[in-house]
């Protein structure tokens, strides 16, 4: 049941491809709890998936936008501000992609070209995203920025491969930004690390099904699925949080906090 934690709430939400993306999953109990929003992702990711369902199913603009690209995302937030009528108080950041990863190259044996596009994609675009934002004063005072990260930033996940490198810059982006954003205007930048979770990208990591299973098994918990994500993405663009930045957050059912439990030494 709704509580309109975020009734008057305006946010804009990158990455919603499909119904299995966590990006859709928030986008949806954003506006369940009282949140207008803008939808957007790269003109390619239009194409192919279902984004534009989800903005005729909230009522909300969907506008393409390349965030490797400053002239496109200095495009969407004015457009953004024009739609929404005002100042943002919330972003989401889910934008991740590997082509290294999508074709299976082996982490000593990067293609760098491939590696530089990963990096700028899934990282970079966040710095990209935060510095257009306050060079634009688009945040209103005491808002939340929040992008979606791994625990392959902290641990070793072979085959995970590059992306971990990513999540881990992406992380310091937020730490680092997360000051000048607090000490300037007053808004709050925090990274949620979530559990393993069936997408259409996390699908595409070699062995993450056994993997999937792997981590249910070692979080006491059990692993945390999109919706629930989106619950805790909603808490941290509510004025319950507003105390809270420069974190890492775990979001997985205590996984991160684990040695070793028996139950997966039983079962194997």
């Known amino acids: 049941m709704a509580n309109q934690l975020l009734a008057g709430k305006k946010g804009l939400i990158f990455g919603a491809l ?14 369940e709890e009282g949140a207008e929003i803008v939808l957007t992702n790269a003109p390619v990711a239009l194409r192919m998936g279902k984004i534009q369902e989800l903005g005729k199913q909230l009522g909300a603009e969907v506008i393409a936008a390349d965030a490797t690209s400053n002239e496109d995302l200095a495009s969407l937030f004015d457009t953004s501000l024009q739609i929404l009528g005002g100042k943002i108080d919330f972003i989401l950041h889910s934008i991740g992609m590997s082509i290294n990863v999508r074709k299976k190259k082996s982490y000593t044996g990067l293609n760098h070209e491939w590696m530089h596009k990963t990096l700028d994609i899934s990282a970079m675009s966040f710095h990209r995203v935060m510095q257009i934002a306050l060079q634009k004063d688009a945040v ?7 992008a979606l990260t791994y625990i392959a930033a902290q641990r070793v ?23 000048h954003f607090g000490t300037e205007k007053k808004v709050r930048v925090n990274t949620i690390s979530q559990s393993p979770t069936v997408t259409t990208a996390g699908s595409g990591v070699k062995g993450f099904d056994e993997f999937l299973s792997y981590a249910d098994k070692m979080s006491p918990l059990g692993n945390a699925d999109a919706s629930q994500c989106a619950d805790f993405c909603v808490v941290m663009f509510s004025d319950l949080t507003r105390m809270v ?10 996984f991160s906090m684990m040695g070793i439990n028996p139950s997966v030494l039983i079962d194997s």
């Open 140 to 146: 209103a005072d005491w808002g939340s920025i929040v």
């Open 245 to 254: 930045t420069m974190q890492n957050l775990y979001h997985d059912g205590g």
């Open 157 to 179: 996940f072979p085959d995970y491969s590059e992306m971990a490198d990513a999540k881990a810059l992406l992380e310091s982006f937020a730490r680092s930004f997360g000051y």
């Open 18 to 31: 499909d119904e299995q993306s966590i990006a859709w999953k928030v986008a949806e109990k954003a506006h």
